[in-house]
């Protein structure tokens, strides 16, 4: 991965450093997000600093939650256990969502961490990663793929299964219950022979 990407000229002179993915490569849960939050951007990990409405601790306590993060880990070196964290763009703009043009850009990166980790589970953090996702790992029409509707739902995929998350800024704590519950009885699960039933 390049550390001193130059393929978006007005991206690199906003971001303070390329963020590429981070955390176990031999996950079975790969979380992807649009961009990197301004924390990201500071310390180089994805989702770093991305709590939630109310204090609500974000994608970090969620993760924490589940039992796949250290609770006494760093915040800019989280201990991750069977969860990668990536997002569809590398560098971030404070003032803008990153445009489809950089989301092109960036998308063989992405298909680079999707094809090294090989998860069981995506899981698109956001509209817009349930978007890109979607269109590119199921055969759902990507108008019929939609947040809150889709949130905390299982959805079949070419290879894999996604389950898409509502942003953590966005979420209520009923939101963030109902996703955690969701995502517990599928770890609790044989979820593992998703992929080759969905190859067969």
């Given amino acids: 991965m390049d550390e001193e ?10 971001r303070t ?5 981070y955390g176990d490569v031999g996950a079975d849960f790969l979380f992807v997000g649009e961009r990197p939050t301004t924390q990201a951007d500071a310390v180089g990990v994805p989702f770093a600093g991305a709590g939630g409405r109310d204090g609500n601790g974000g994608l970090r306590r969620m993760l924490e939650r589940l039992g796949l993060c250290d609770v006494t880990s760093p915040a800019d070196a989280p201990a991750l256990e069977n969860a990668y964290l990536t997002n569809l763009t590398r560098c971030r703009d404070p003032d803008r969502r990153p445009t489809d043009d950089e989301i092109d850009t960036c998308e063989p990166y992405l298909n680079a961490e999707i094809r090294m980790i090989n ?4 899981v698109p953090v956001g509209e817009r990663a349930l978007t890109e996702l979607g269109t590119e790992y199921t055969t759902t029409p990507a ?8 949130h905390a739902t299982r959805i079949r995929g ?6 898409p998350m509502i942003d953590p800024h966005e979420q209520t704590d009923e939101q963030t219950q109902t996703w955690l519950e969701t995502f517990a009885q599928l770890m609790a ?6 992929k080759g039933r969905q190859e067969r």
Avoid: K
């Avoid at 990407?5 to 906003?14: A, D, V």
């Avoid at 998860?119 to 995506?122: A, G, R, S, T, V």
């Avoid at 699960?189 to 998703?194: I, V």
């Fill in 143 to 150: 108008d019929a793929l939609v947040l809150p509707d889709d």
């Fill in 158 to 163: 070419r290879g894999f299964e996604l389950v």
């Fill in 5 to 14: 990407c130059r393929n978006c000229p007005s991206l690199c002179e906003t």
């Fill in 17 to 21: 450093q390329v963020v590429h993915g």
């Fill in 189 to 194: 699960s044989d979820y593992r022979q998703t």
């Fill in 119 to 122: 998860p069981e589970i995506l």
